[in-house]
């Protein structure tokens, strides 16, 4: 027969199963000499035997508790419900994976009418011993009866109305006693017994209180949403109580074994004499630092000091430890993993690696990449008081301060002679984007995490808030009002990119900082990692960032926000309008050096790495005027009479706007699309990049062009825009006498590219995974009109896990993709995969392509640290599972 | 070794691969006695042999032609190349599978300038001789010699102009032998040597020529599109020549065994006496009923009925036979399957197993499903001739004529006095909608085949041209414009939906008929197929249409129609607007019992037959005035200042309208996205179909409704929304104490709800595919933006093969298609899957459902017999493929 009860020091941390994740734990601490309050452990298999048998102990388990109790008693010298000196015990339970939704605790168990009178005299403080009894009445009339906890509320706030009392710690010992008099009434009342006077009898019920918490709906809930099986069973934690309250020799602390700010390794925490746990949270004495605790108890701190390497050395790991000193003596009751802010994370694991603690690998583990973002943007200082006044759409990381304007020409103007101005619109437009450029930040009042504004914010490393509809905006007053709250032009306000939120006046900033160990950190990420690592990357800046931040390549550089720079957007428009052949190769024939400038600038910048270059993507009504505007002109003009000519000019241009206007503009005439119905707008951007090349080969640069046909749902696409594009570079090598290299793939981002992957890749040397397209098209919905209107509503009621256009969504587009990269390859061994949508940047994501036998990600430049980490990891957690 | 020629009546129809599908044809009609004209086939396998060997001949090959053309010579009482009466012959390709872009045709080979004269003798034509002479060399020249057509076409041209010809014919003899004298001089130039005058060198020539023609560009890349092997080869036939131009006891004529009209059984056809084929296309002259022959040549026409008979019990099909009569002689030259329309080929296919000639399984295999569209709506009468204006695209099958009216009030008006109008809009808005209703058809400017009209159209079963751009509206002149062409309000126009054609005038309407023969093939239909048939319908009026049509339950009831009525939408805008729970509670109370008519009525007709009825699925704004009228409107208001109450309310409404409005509304806030943020909607919808249920129940009427929530694209997005159905559907029961069954199930339409589609099965008796969303989302273009944009040009292109919205995209879309029916049926089995998109009426996309396992197919009711007969030929062809 198996046995149903263990000791504390009878188990170790292997044991979870059976001791629960908790109790193998407080084993653990036993096992390697820490002072752990003694204590047994009811297993998870005494749990499935009491459903087994329909809700009863099994036999023989109640001895085996009392056997445990004895044991107990004679280690701690006290017997349990003794009047003079009660062995007091608190009830836990504990199941094998952590599960909220299960059994609080309860504390002074073993507490009766009898014995509190010995714990005042023992512990010399009576009211201490009945706020110890009524807490227990209260926590085991809850927890383990389901009296409602609100009745003992109830009675707790009639006594201090009636006794003139503030706070619970106004009442006195008297006071205490007439509570526990009360409680004890509601009690009977509720459960219709006396509360029970046999400790044992108070034992078996929390127990078998924590075994029915097992199949309560909450914990069910949980398990199913968590996939956890039903038939792990819970343990139940029996530990004997210690009191940091007896006097002056005893005290209650948290501490870090490093500090958990600055990752430095000194102990780090605080401490309080002569107080329990409770009185640290109420906050009404101040704890000293823990260096105190070396002054007024220097043995203790020794010890504690001792403790604190040794669990540190267990665990590999920075340790957050909750102790107790009980007359002299001192007790550890937890130790966990430390929390820290991210430099901390960084340092501690360098430094570990260095004291020879832990590995490079474990290092890497160590990190969590979503918390590198923190390091890798200007941010609001986590510790000021600031006022924040609305809150929009996180849709560029990093913060800004400056004073409020509302015409992108006023941002130029003023931005450029260096003032800290903050370009506020309802939405930008092309038009913007001169006033974007030397704005601090950008905020708008409308639009989503694909708006115009933030996508530019995005590219540029600049920090926007978007689609913030709580500030209404009136121009023509140069004002935003926020409610009652009026901002005017020349306010100074705070965006925070990276959470939303608007804040009113200078919020104290901190500045990123890629300090040594970071690099050390990566420099060892990159010796792991088998994924590479490249940025998405329009502008020569953004590309010397991406290099600097060790990108490999440029895996996304769009060649729209070239055409919409202000210089170019009328040459343009020009195009796009021309009525006659002519008129359109004017057009282009004017475009074609700039772009290959862009080009030449790019890819010199990326010497010796290869550069993926899209062709035009979007729909082409996104260079021209806004319909909504013309059209409140050409009604102004027709009702006012004023201007026929330019009445008739505006109409014209209504007219062709509406003529290219589309329904669903996502869903309709742009990529490939254009390249095959207006192809002499891909064949200027093939020139302009193989001029560029050209230029550059005889000036002796290395350069791997990619050129990327987007938006390819069919094999033939592809196979008529390559040859179009192998045409072009044929072309310029004969024309210019010069030989290089370079590939032509297309963007997969459309569901039948999955599909029919095996056809496309006989026409495509790459695949690059357009994420963000792809997962608008499988859900079918747009990020625009999701992220505004139902998408928080989804991710709240869980019908989504979490936003799909920030987390891949591996149990839906993962199998398209999966598809995608078999079929590709099953034609074309050699392909070479990546992604550039915004989830190569982010680490599960990461993950799922490391699985999925991906070449690269490709990710935004202040992104790419965080990718070389979370591809390291994604090889070593890959690696352990194998 | 094997032999590489074989005379026709050596050969036999099975004989295919190796003398390829013309020449096993002439063997065939030679086995089975018939007068063909004798000749020889020559392999596929010489052809091969000939690759094999560098394009050489393979020994032997030129000695059995001879020895084959001996026999020729023997058996015609002629001599190849004599210069009193010549064997003259045809050379044609021949693969076994037909294929255009190989060689042409080389008439009256064995022609040379010795043997023309003894034609000419022979004849009493000299003319007649010199043309042949003229036309084969030119022929040869062509198509063996590869001598640019365009210089014997230039030569032709000069030698008409001096002799002030105006056509070929008027060149008399002596012409014709000055245009032989300059032919033979082009050739000359052009080969470098003479025109051949050795019959057997021409000969030879040609079959080179032939073996060569496999492997040109043309025939190369046909056969990579057409996924024909490389390796087959072609044969030759080389064909004695017959004429029937030879003097009145000789002609020519072709002949239907049976009336292609009107599938009567009698001979039909016309001929010519003493001509050849070319006079007949010439038109020079009038051919004759077949009927006169009976007269002219009665022992002719007796052997001509024989041998159509004969062909036909051979062939088991009508024949479209080619024939010439050599003084006197009957040959035939060609017999093929004749092309019929829809009304014979029910009969001919009805007649033919009465005769006993075929099966009732092959006369379903006669009747082209596509073809029966002509069947199902009024239609132009193909015979008149008619004055087309425009084309637009054919939004709803069905032709109208009527007056042109310019607005929804005045059709309804001059409608309802019983005027045939046909109202004429840039597009339709629901607004319209009283006006559609009593038109006789509808023709639009703007939009897709998804725009309002055509959808609203096809669902009333109304003729609707739709996106016909080049017609300009100036609804405030009450005019269109095309072209130069003004046509003003109460000209009769007539408007094939069927087409897209525009026509000036009243075009001559043919009604549709459901002859007996119609239905009993469509008996046999039913009796065949496995796979169900419903339709579409969102009225009673269009159930009762379904039911006579043969439909076994309503596939796809649409509910937003209902909220478009002009009664109704003021207060579905009332719903949308509201401010309070209260306003729109007040709203929804008064819509329920509006709705619960509906669906009582629907129910109703159905009764004993399963009703499918979506939830509301599309966005709100669809049911909100347009922002472009709004903004016109209140800048006006603003400008002129005349009315600032109604610019307040105008401008708040704008407002509302802008905080509804999407970037993609097909990517937006609809379907069960509404049903999930506006919960109280589609409750209100449960409620009124369960209260009509259970009102339907209580009059004995047995009903089956299937409540279908659309665009799910997660598990939990069903499982939240069939809680709610499920729980009102018992609060009903509940309430009236009736007991009722009911299924509930979802649209499948994202490709994310195919690949998740077991998870989503376990909360869904029913899948019902919307092909038309999934295609969409899939391709990721929407239809309205790709048919008006881009798409024709795909077409044309060939990057698709056809439009994926009328023909289910298989390649792409049916492996989506097929893995969702596959997962969902690994956790259902018996999970009834169907579709509803309007591939469900297209006989190919048919084909697909019957092959993965659906269980019934949704489409118009105009379509429901094309659906049943199509489903039984899916049945019947992949048994055979079995």
Chains 1, 2 share one sequence.
Not at 868 to 875: D, G, H, K
Request: some cysteine; charged content about 25%; proline content about 5%.
């Amino acid at each position: 027969m198996s046995r149903f009860v263990y000791a504390f020091s009878e188990g170790n941390a292997q044991m979870r199963n059976l001791l629960g994740g908790k109790g193998a734990g407080l084993a653990e601490m036993t096992r390697i000499g820490l002072p752990v309050p003694p204590g047994i452990t009811i297993t998870t298999e005494a749990c499935k035997e009491f459903y087994r048998q329909g809700e009863k102990f099994p036999a023989g388990l109640e001895e085996e508790i009392r056997a445990g109790m004895r044991e107990l008693e004679k280690q701690m010298g006290k017997v349990f419900g003794d009047e003079k000196d009660p062995l007091l015990v608190s009830v836990r339970s504990g199941a094998p994976i952590s599960m909220p939704g299960m059994m609080d605790t309860i504390l002074n168990l073993g507490l009766t009418d009898a014995s509190v009178g010995g714990l005042a005299a023992k512990t010399g403080n009576e009211r201490f011993a009945w706020d110890c009894y009524r807490r227990f009445i209260q926590m085991f009339g809850d927890v383990a009866m389901k009296v409602p906890g609100e009745k003992f509320e109830r009675a707790l706030e009639e006594l201090k109305e009636e006794r003139g009392a503030k706070l619970d710690t106004d009442l006195n010992a008297d006071a205490l006693k007439e509570l526990v008099r009360r409680f004890k009434a509601i009690y009977r009342e509720t459960v219709g017994e006396d509360f029970p006077q046999d400790p044992y009898a108070q034992l078996f019920a929390a127990v078998h209180a924590v075994f029915a918490s097992w199949n309560n709906e909450r914990a069910k809930v949980y398990r199913r949403v968590n996939k956890i099986p039903d038939d792990l069973g819970t343990a139940v934690n029996i530990q004997t109580m210690v009191f940091g309250n007896m006097g002056n020799t005893s005290g209650t602390g948290v501490a870090f074994t490093r500090n958990p700010s600055t990752g430095e390794k000194v102990l780090y925490g605080e401490y309080l004499v002569n107080a329990q746990g409770e009185d640290v949270v109420a906050g009404i004495r101040t704890p000293q630092p823990i260096a105190n605790l070396k002054k007024d108890m220097p043995g203790v701190y020794e010890q504690f000091e001792q403790v604190a390497q040794l669990l540190e050395k267990h665990y590999k790991d920075v340790q957050d430890i909750e102790f107790t000193i009980q007359e002299g003596k001192l007790y550890i009751l937890q130790t966990r993993s430390g929390k820290r802010t991210a430099a901390a994370a960084v340092k501690i694991a360098v430094d570990m690696v260095n004291e020879g603690l832990i590995t490079k690998e474990e290092a890497i583990l160590r990190v969590d990449p979503n918390q590198l973002v923190q390091l890798m943007h200007r941010r609001i200082d986590p510790a000021a008081k600031v006022e924040v006044i609305a809150e929009g759409l996180p849709a560029s990381p990093g913060a800004a301060t400056g004073k409020v304007v509302f015409s992108a020409d006023e941002a130029e103007e003023r931005g450029n002679r260096g003032e800290a101005v903050i370009l506020v619109r309802t939405e930008t437009t092309p038009d913007d984007i001169h006033g974007i450029i030397p704005a601090r930040g950008v905020l708008t009042s409308r639009g989503g995490m694909t708006s115009h504004a933030a996508v530019v914010a995005r590219g540029m490393g600049k920090p926007a808030v978007c689609g913030c509809e709580a500030i209404k905006i009136d121009p023509a007053a140069e004002v935003f009002y926020v409610g009652d709250r009026v901002i005017k032009k020349d306010d100074v306000i705070t965006i925070d990119g990276a959470t939303g939120r608007v804040i009113l006046g200078a919020a104290p900033l901190i500045e990123p900082e890629l300090s040594g160990d970071f690099e050390t950190i990566l420099k060892w990420a990159d010796e792991i990692r088998t994924l590479g690592v490249r940025a998405n990357a329009d502008y020569p800046r953004d590309a010397v960032q991406a290099r600097r931040f060790g990108a490999e390549g440029i895996g996304l550089c769009r060649t729209e926000h070239m055409f919409m720079e202000v210089d170019r957007l009328p040459i343009v428009q020009k195009m796009i309008l021309a009525r006659t052949k002519e008129e359109r190769e004017a057009a282009l024939a004017k475009l074609l050096p700039i772009q290959q400038n862009d080009f030449y600038g790019i890819l010199k910048v990326m010497e010796g790495l290869p550069v993926t270059i899209r062709l035009l993507d979007p729909p082409l009504h996104e260079f021209l005027p806004k319909e909504e505007e013309l059209l409140v002109e050409v009604t102004r003009l027709r009702v006012t009479g004023e201007n026929p000519e330019l009445l008739a000019e505006k109409e014209e241009l209504l007219r062709q706007v509406r003529a290219l206007k589309e329904f669903n503009p996502m869903l309709g005439h742009r990529g490939c699309r254009l390249g095959i119905t207006w192809p002499e707008v891909y064949e200027m951007q093939a020139r302009a990049i193989f001029n560029a090349v050209s230029q550059l080969v005889k000036e002796g640069v290395k350069v791997l062009p990619e050129v990327m046909i987007p938006l390819v749902g069919t094999a033939k696409e592809l196979e008529i825009l390559r040859e179009m594009v192998v045409r072009v570079a044929e072309e310029v090598k004969a024309r210019d006498g010069v030989d290089f290299e370079y590939k032509v793939g297309t963007m997969i981002e459309l569901p039948r590219a999955c599909l029919v992957a095996d056809h496309i890749a006989e026409h495509a040397e790459f695949f690059s995974f357009g994420t963000n397209d792809l997962t608008q098209t499988t859900f079918g919905f747009s990020r625009d009109d999701a992220e505004g209107k139902f998408l928080p509503q989804y991710i709240e009621k869980k019908i989504l896990p979490e936003n799909p256009f920030a987390v891949l969504d591996q149990e839906g587009l993962g199998q398209l993709i999966a598809l995608g990269v078999q079929k590709g390859r099953s034609v074309r061994p050699d392909l070479k995969v990546g992604i550039c949508g915004e989830h190569g940047g982010e680490p599960s994501s990461i993950d799922f392509c490391h699985r999925t036998g991906f070449n690269y990600v490709s990710c935004s430049p202040f992104r790419v640290p965080i990718a070389r980490l979370a591809a390291a990891r994604a090889e070593l957690l890959n690696r352990k599972k194998q």
